[in-house]
């Protein structure tokens, strides 16, 4: 009991001493410390947003065309994106075989992480990326592997 006093008496110093802005602003800091590690989560309904078909149109020298993917939700929370075709320079359309390419981890309407899953001489690679949404048919897509840094720009199917 007397320790409780005690402890009552200089708390009570404290805020007297320090004012009830600090103490607020000690408190708080202290409330952060003590909070668990935020979890990236996918916002399933700001997430449905993405769902659909996409192309990105692609000019360099591993491949002149448009690649169409269609992002799905796979199950409760989690959302892929997979290759549907290749158009090339010349208007030739070849169907893809659903490979996933994109697995996204968190969303929330505006922006977003996922790991973008990269095919480089028969090899497969996962990176990590970026998603920002520019408008409800534009998003991009960012990502840096091992110094080879490329933004690729999404662009809603319409038809």
Same mark, same amino acid.
């Given at each position: 009991?007397?320790?409780? =006093?005690? +402890? $009552? /008496?200089? +708390?009570?110093?404290? +805020?007297?001493?320090?004012?009830? /802005? $600090? +103490?607020a602003m000690i408190s708080e800091n202290l409330n952060k410390q003590n909070l668990p590690p935020k979890k990236e989560i996918v916002e399933t309904q700001k997430t449905e947003i993405l769902l659909g078909n996409w192309y990105v149109d692609y000019n360099d020298k591993n491949y002149k065309g448009r690649l169409v993917y269609e992002i799905k939700? $796979? =199950?409760a929370d989690i959302y892929n994106a997979f290759l549907k075709e290749y158009n090339d320079e010349n208007g030739n359309v070849k169907k893809a075989n659903d490979e996933k390419v994109l697995l996204i981890k968190s969303f929330n309407g505006k922006r977003g992480k996922g790991i973008y899953l990269l095919k480089y001489q028969g090899e497969r690679y996962n990176v990590n990326c970026t998603i920002e949404l520019k408008d409800k048919n534009t998003f991009v897509l960012k990502y840096n592997y091992y110094g080879y840094k490329s933004v690729e720009t999404w662009k809603r199917k319409l038809s």
């Open positions: 009991m007397k320790d409780l =006093r005690l +402890f $009552s /008496t200089k +708390f009570v110093v404290v +805020f007297l001493l320090l004012g009830n /802005t $600090s +103490f939700k $796979s =199950r």
